[in-house]
Nanobody, 126 residues
């Protein structure tokens, strides 16, 4: 059973933009932390953005000025708007869902997310 399905990946030139979508469900996006991770060849999955059940977003400094995570609860979807893309942003991007900490904060490690999509490839190259 596919619980998360990503779309929107592709090839883009440096400086370009892409918008990734993740089809989930109303229950998932309302109950779990939703996050985007990426994995480049030969590297571990890297946290890109997450959004809490109360819609609070969070992202690492490396992308927070360029990437924006959002949620549509009615559609049960998650999005990642990526601007000013760089070659080092090239990777397979995964949508993931996981339980939050007791504080409500979302974890930033791959192992905390046990519901994962199959990924969508993003390639940034001239």
């Amino acid at each position: 059973q596919v619980l998360l399905k990503e779309s929107g990946g592709g090839s883009v030139q440096p400086g370009g933009s892409l918008r990734l979508s993740c089809a989930a469900s109303k229950d998932l996006v309302s109950t779990y932390c939703m996050a985007w991770f990426r994995q480049a060849p030969g590297k571990e999955p890297q946290w890109v953005s997450s959004i809490r059940t109360d819609d609070t977003p969070r992202a690492p400094n490396s992308v927070k000025d360029r990437f924006t995570i959002s949620k549509d609860k009615d559609k049960g979807e998650i999005y990642l708007q990526m601007n000013s893309l760089k070659p080092e942003d090239s990777a397979v991007y995964y949508c993931a869902a996981g339980m939050s900490a007791r504080s409500g904060m979302c974890y930033t490690v791959w192992s905390a997310y046990n519901i994962r999509g199959q990924g969508t490839q993003v390639t940034v190259s001239s």
